[in-house]
């Protein structure tokens, strides 16, 4: 019983020991794939263990997903060293009083009580406005709260092409660093974006005021690239209002409760388990439907092309209000300085 009782010990050190390499060549490979480096051993230690238990929540998530229980599938991203309270810079939209979770909960049953079913609404079953040539390639916010900034340009693109034909990446930064009772890096709205963008006359392209991941000192100059002229907001926690808006006017800056697992979001119709307070601004490019899964929206995120489906990702459309993604939508009034 003795020599038994030592076999089945040296077996089990022998098993946790392979399975510890399987997990050391996984974080190698997440390391190479998202360019990872740490400052010293400490910290690697600590980001392989973070590493290790948002794997876990992965799988388990993952397992529902592969019996049909939830709609989406979760992976590895350039989140999954990170701990929850660092994923959230990198939202950075600023809360407003109206948007509290009681008041959203209240205004979705209202409005849910006063739609009518639409059995043909005249619009396109289908819609993408990527494909129209109206959206500029997927970016990155990195580690600063931008997204609404990200989101408030979006939207200006897309209205600038929608009135020129022409699609221009206009500047990011810009925004971030010179809006006014916006935080930068630290938060803001896309209200506050367009009214900045109008006050100050326009927005440089992003070639000549690129991106730099941090909130740096205000220039006013090669604001050529567009300026907005106002902005209209549309009918809140109203999917079928959303609907017509994407439809008619091109994409939309939208606003939405990321949950703890959105970030690790890889594919599928996403859709929230729970009601949260909005905290991301994204900008909504067409829906559909799914054949499985029903209908959705079709959203970019600004996390990059290596996160979710190349950089964006698809919600549950008609799910409740799910999310509260139609509970803060608006486009930029627009003119153009030329070509």
């Avoid at 979770?101 to 993408?128: N, Q």
């Avoid at 740096?216 to 926690?237: I, L, P, T």
């Avoid at 690790?264 to 054949?291: I, Q, T, W």
């Amino acid at each position: 019983m003795a020599t038994l009782a030592v076999f089945l010990s040296l077996l089990a050190i022998a098993s946790a020991w392979h399975f510890k390499q399987i997990f050391d060549q996984e974080f190698i490979n997440y390391k190479i794939t998202h360019k990872k480096t740490y400052s010293s051993f400490v910290e690697e230690t600590i980001r392989y263990n973070v590493f290790l238990e948002n794997k876990l929540r992965m799988s388990q998530h993952n397992e529902k997903f592969a019996r049909g229980e939830v709609s989406y599938e979760l992976g590895e991203t350039q989140f999954a060293d990170q701990t929850h309270d660092e994923h959230r810079q990198v939202l950075g939209l600023l809360s407003l009083p109206e948007f509290d979770v009681a008041y959203l909960e209240r205004e979705t049953r209202r409005v849910a009580a006063s739609v009518v079913a639409v059995k043909d609404d005249g619009l396109p079953d289908y819609l993408d406005w990527r494909e129209k040539g109206a959206v500029t390639p997927v970016k990155n916010q990195d580690r600063c709260g931008s997204c609404w900034a990200f989101s408030a340009v979006g939207a200006l693109e897309g209205q600038i092409f929608r009135n020129t034909g022409v699609l221009r990446s206009l500047s990011v930064q810009q925004v971030v660093d010179c809006t006014e009772n916006a935080l930068g890096c630290a938060g803001g709205l896309p209200a506050l974006a367009y009214e900045q963008i109008e006050r100050s006359g326009g927005l440089a392209t992003e070639e000549d005021y690129p991106y730099i991941t941090y909130q740096g000192n205000c220039s006013m100059r090669h604001m050529d690239g567009g300026v907005d002229h106002g902005y209209r907001a549309f009918k809140k926690n109203d999917e079928q209002a959303l609907k017509e808006a994407v439809s008619k006017y091109g994409p939309i800056s939208v606003a939405f409760s990321v949950l703890d697992d959105f970030i690790h979001y890889k594919r599928g119709v996403y859709e929230c388990s729970k009601r949260a307070a909005l905290n991301h601004a994204v900008l909504l490019v067409g829906y559909g439907s799914d054949e499985v899964d029903g209908d959705y929206w079709i959203i970019k995120n600004s996390w990059g092309v290596n996160w979710g489906e190349r950089g964006y990702f698809r919600m549950a459309r008609n799910k409740n209000n799910t999310c509260f993604i139609a509970a803060q939508s608006s486009i930029p009034d627009v003119w153009f300085h030329g070509n």
